[in-house]
């Protein structure tokens, strides 16, 4: 090839600077002709990939960094561990699949639909055994919804720990669900038998060795939760329960059980381990809440972050960010970039999603200055986001879940931005 | 659905516009607003055709079209639902039931019906004690837990902590934290051991829960734990929960208009994050001490930063060199495929320089190695019988071994399910022989 149509390194940063340069100046003007644009570049004189070189495609390589990443200390083993979803690097509202964080007990098992059994037991009128073609026949509906671990900011609780607001914020995920309501597969097997059913409940639980299980009081169960099968249009992927998980809306992570196998309805909860051990908020004198199924209003600023730093100077800055309430809609996000002294609406890039990431942007002139970012989200209830410093006064620091504060990034006038807190 | 207008556009020309805009709002929601906006476009397309009546006569046929059309278009809009966030409207319901799904067989609901309650209902007849179950804790749970249930490594601890809820670091262990001594057997029953759950009878897992009560120092090792008493064992912190009063402590008092300007005088950082993280490219991350303190940087106030602080030194940017074309080396990239596939066995094993045994042997100089041959490491009675047949690892048992340990090695309490594919066995085989020493 001849050397002036090469798209040389030196060409590149060429450009960059060139770029650089005219972003100081305050409106971007060029020095030198861009061999980007008048040099033949080899992608627009040779021809490219054919159709069906990937049968399913995959993110083109330049994208290869934004994975699922885990803290390889935070557990004993990967096998019951969690990851975070990129979360600084998606924007709108849905978590490619292949990016959503995972939290196994037992690992990810690979089970086929022909040996998925579901089976609805208890205080029935019938105990039943549906397979996964039986699943499909039932009226089905799609909702988006959010999916937070309850210890999603679980490490920040004793101060600004990880740099990163994947590692912060991202055990969370936001899908567009398939699914059967519960409701109606306990329809089908008959709750007579369960009396008056305000005082009932339903025990769910997993196929995977660690059988997770977790009690749902029945009205939740006969309101939104979902026997899903698919999610953003496709199959669930392996790690998030393929062939069925259930969707618990609103409601922390850990009663979305995964390779959901059995619903027994019973006149108490179990207490299991995942109820009781785990999944409680420990208190400040010691004594423990429990049953913190919901998720409070939060929200988070993505970019910039310690993983997305201004890179281009001063001038037009998009602040993006999501925020999410397990009690229903977000209504108002404000930012403010003093560490909370001023504070601005942010325009919400989709309304009316109910217990579903809503994204925020804030358009904003940078004036090159250090900011303490932050954001705060109010609800359809009328909750406003808390302070850690609120949180702390009313929980202590020993909770592990439900850190729904507001969360402070410091950006120096570099645009590098850091995980502080402040007064 | 578009085809009229586009059949008017060339004759009406702006009024064909007109119209096409109020077409487009068909993909809008309100479907009130749109309604009367197309009627006053309709009105609009309506008071330029009449103009150019006199110009030509036979527009009347097509304005009489356009009305038409923009009539259409207002019924259809005024037809159609209010739509609402959610995706689909809700799934219809019958009054009986669809007649899915078939009735479960007893032995079925027997099979998975295992979980037990508070009370004790539930319970499958048995019964154990301590004694029996120390032996069977040794065996069965200790690579992870420890002998005496002070857990290894990252592993829970199950015993001890009392008295230690309110501290700054709680040790959450069954003693001292779980609320019912159902919630034990439950779990041991139905999810331990750690990888090879579901297989412990009704008496050991008994035998299992006395041990782990004994190792609290909660009853001594005589005392026959039984389906009869279970449930009426009182753990101490029964009273230690409160059921979610965030609506009452939380919810009233966050939920007020929230301040917008000079919520404070000044705001100061007081601390920066701990680690910062690296992010590889071959996945994963790596954390890192942050040694930044909070001296000089600027306090907040209403008017914004108060002074921009010299830019922080930085380590000397790594000089980026062309990448160098390697020379082929296929046992070294095999060896490093082996380095990642070998994340699977960090948690339990350790090789290289100062590797110690954890939950699992340390694995330096594996190949030749005498089969469950480390001194003072607990191994199932199956490595133990492999020891004293004298087999030893090489590469092709090694390879087996980890395609399917179970498998292999039946009753191994390594829980590990086994690597699938073919390269990534070649490649930790390669990995594990490249530690001699």
Redesign the interface.
Known sequence: MDEMHKPSRRAFLRGGAAIAAGTVAGGASAQSADPLITDVQEWASITGVGVDETPYGMPIEFESHVVRRNVEWLTASPISSINFTPIHALEGTITPQGCAFERHHSGAIEMRKEDYRLMINGLVDKSLVFTYADLERLPRENHVYFCECAANTGMEWAGAQLNGVQFTHGMIHNMEYTGVPLRALLNEAGLSAAGDLKDKWVYVEGADASSNGRSIPMEKALDDVLVAFKANGEALRMEHGYPVRLVVPGWEGNMWVKWLRRVEVSDSPTESREETSKYTDVLEDGTARKWTWVMDAKSVITSPSPQMPITHGKGPLVISGLAWSGHGQITRVDVSKDGGITWETARLGKQGDTKALTRFYHDVDWDGAPMLLQARAMDETGYVQPTKEQLRDTRGENSVYHNNCIQTWYVNAEGIAENVEVS | MSKSPNILLPALGVTGIVLGGAYGLMTRGYKADEAELARAQAQAAQAQLVEQQAMASDLKTQIALVQDTAKAKIAELEARPVV?????A?????DG????????LPE??AA??V?????GRGLPVGTGNAYDGEELFADKCAA?HGDFAEGV???PVLAGGFDT??????V?T?GS????L??VY??VY??MP??E??TLSPDETYAIVAYILYSNDLIDDEFELTNENLGAFEMPNKD???????PE???AA???E????????????????????N?P?D???E?VM?N?TVDG??S???S??AF??E??AKPEPEVQV?AVEAPVDESAALIKAGEKVF??C???HEVGAGAKNKSGPQLNALMGRTIGGIDGFKYSNAFNAAAEEGRVWDEASLSEFLAKPKAYMKGTKM???GLKKEKDLEAITAYLASFAE
Request: charged share 25%.
């Open positions: 609402s966030a959610s995706l689909t809700p799934a219809p319901e019958r039931a669809f007649g899915l799904g078939r009735e479960a079925e609901i998975w019906d979980d037990v309650l508070p009370d992870c490594d990252n592993w809820l309110g501290d700054e670091d709680p959450k069954v934290y779980w609320p019912h159902s919630t439950d779990y139905r999810s750690f990888g759950a579901g230690g929960f409160v059921i979610d009063d965030r402590t939380e919810y966050w939920s007020t929230p301040c917008m300007s000079n919520c404070k005088e000044e705001v100061t950082v007081t601390m920066r994050s701990v680690f910062l993280v992010t490219e996945g994963g991350s954390s942050n930044a940087l600027p907040f106030s209403a914004g930063a921009i602080p830019p922080e062309a994340k699977k960090k948690a339990c829980s590990f399910s």
